[in-house]
Structures are given as structure tokens and as C-alpha cells.
Antibody, heavy 126, light 112 residues
């Protein structure tokens, strides 16, 4: 059973680069066909999709973040990370990591095996 | 970007009743292979969201058959039959047609 756990600094200063990590258990991050994703949610507001890393090495990012964000994978630690540059107070939110199966090796209608972490809260403040 | 618009933004139902939530996309979510790439999530209070429906009408593993999705083109609906207290929370639609996904604003369901 796949499980995800986010970790991060909790507090970041404006203009800094925020780094969040998602530790994966139950599956090897470098095997199979999976999307590794980040989504965020400001307190009391809706969900905002940030981006994803695919097993093949390709990445896709929301245009809202494209110039500031990088998602990468560390197979040696079975983790994937989010780097968000030049943070401001508007980046204060709960950040979720998530995964789902990819397209390679699966039929289109196969179950997505969608799994989310519990989320980690980040406050951007000086 | 594809914009997803949900309605209503909140609704209140009595246990046993049905509830419907609409989601409209700014462009068709029909993929050339014939499926509509719209999904529905439920976020219960204090929890992470979890997937209910994908490809417009397919229930994710473990989701009760009280939940059903339908629609085509740009208009989609999530219907919850025989609402139970545990169904309370915020429901989100999401498009996955483009490689940059996007969510609707969310619909808060209160179970009286």
C-alpha cells in the first residue's frame, strides 16, 4: 500500500526558496509508472495544482508557477521534492504531495490508484 | 488554462436525499480517445482530498455506488444518492485533459 508523508520547514521568509519533501513508502519511486505531484491549499480556500513529475523524467507545471517551481525525484531516498523560488505571503498554504498511476502499462480505464499525503503547512513571513 | 466552474458553491441536504453538483469547463474535456478527463474529489473536514470519480463516470476503488458522475463536452455532474452524514465536506471537480490540471472552486455539502 502506497503511503506519502510531506515534510518541510513550516516557516519560510519572503524571497527565500521553499523546499518540501515527500517520502514515499510501499513502492519504489523509480519503478513502475507513476505521476508524483504537488497540490496546495491556502487556509479556507480551494485546491491549486502545482505540478507533476512522471516516471519517464518528464515534468509539467501549472503556468501560475512555471517560472518559480521545480519538482525532482531522489530515488536513493525514495523521495520527491518541490522547490519554489522567491516565495511571498501568497505562498502560505498547506502543501500536499500525491501520486497516481501513469499511462504506461495500464489501460485508460484502470483504477488511478490515487494517494495523497496528509499535507504540510507552510507560512511565509518575515 | 482550462477554467473549471462549479455550482452551487454550497448546498444543504437531509440524510437519504439526493444531491447534485455541476461543473462546467471553459473548453471541451473530451480526449481524442473518447473519454472525458474530468475527476471529482471529496475533502472531508480536516482531511486530505480523495478521489471519487475519474474519466467523468468511473468510480475510484472503494467508492460507494451512491456516487455517480456523468456529463460530456463541457458540462459534468456529480450525483450523490441517499446522502449520508459521512458525505459532508467540500467537493471539487478537476480537469486532467491538459498536462496542467486545474480544480473548480469547490462545493460545500452540509448534511443536516
Amino acid at each position: 500500500q502506497v503511503q506519502l508523508q510531506e515534510s518541510g520547514p513550516g516557516l519560510a521568509k519572503p524571497s527565500q526558496t521553499l523546499t518540501l519533501t515527500c517520502t514515499v513508502s510501499g513502492v519504489s519511486i523509480s519503478s513502475g509508472s507513476f505521476y508524483w505531484m504537488w497540490i496546495r491549499q491556502p487556509a479556507g480556500k480551494g485546491l491549486e495544482w502545482i505540478g507533476r513529475f512522471y516516471t519517464t523524467g518528464s515534468t509539467n507545471y501549472s503556468p501560475s508557477f512555471k517560472s518559480r517551481v521545480t519538482i525532482s525525484v531522489d530515488p536513493s531516498k525514495n523521495q520527491f521534492s518541490l522547490n519554489l523560488k522567491s516565495v511571498t505571503a501568497a505562498d502560505t498554504a498547506t502543501y500536499y504531495c500525491a501520486t497516481r498511476r501513469g499511462s504506461i502499462g495500464y489501460a485508460v480505464t484502470d483504477d488511478y490508484m490515487d494517494v495523497w499525503g496528509e499535507g504540510t503547512t507552510v507560512t511565509v513571513s518575515s | 488554462d482550462i477554467v473549471m466552474t462549479q455550482s452551487p458553491l454550497s448546498l444543504s441536504v437531509t440524510p437519504g436525499e439526493s444531491a447534485s453538483i455541476s461543473c462546467r469547463s471553459s473548453q471541451s474535456l473530451l480526449h481524442p480517445e473518447g473519454h472525458h478527463y474530468v475527476e471529482w474529489y471529496l475533502q472531508k473536514p480536516g482531511q486530505s482530498p480523495h478521489l471519487l470519480i475519474y474519466l467523468s463516470s468511473i468510480r475510484a476503488s472503494g467508492v460507494p455506488d451512491r456516487f455517480s458522475g456523468s456529463g460530456s463536452g463541457t458540462d459534468f455532474t456529480l450525483k450523490i444518492s441517499r446522502v449520508e452524514a459521512e458525505d459532508a465536506g467540500i467537493y471539487y471537480c478537476m480537469q486532467a485533459l491538459e498536462t496542467s490540471y486545474s480544480f473548480g472552486q469547490g462545493t460545500k455539502l452540509e448534511v443536516k
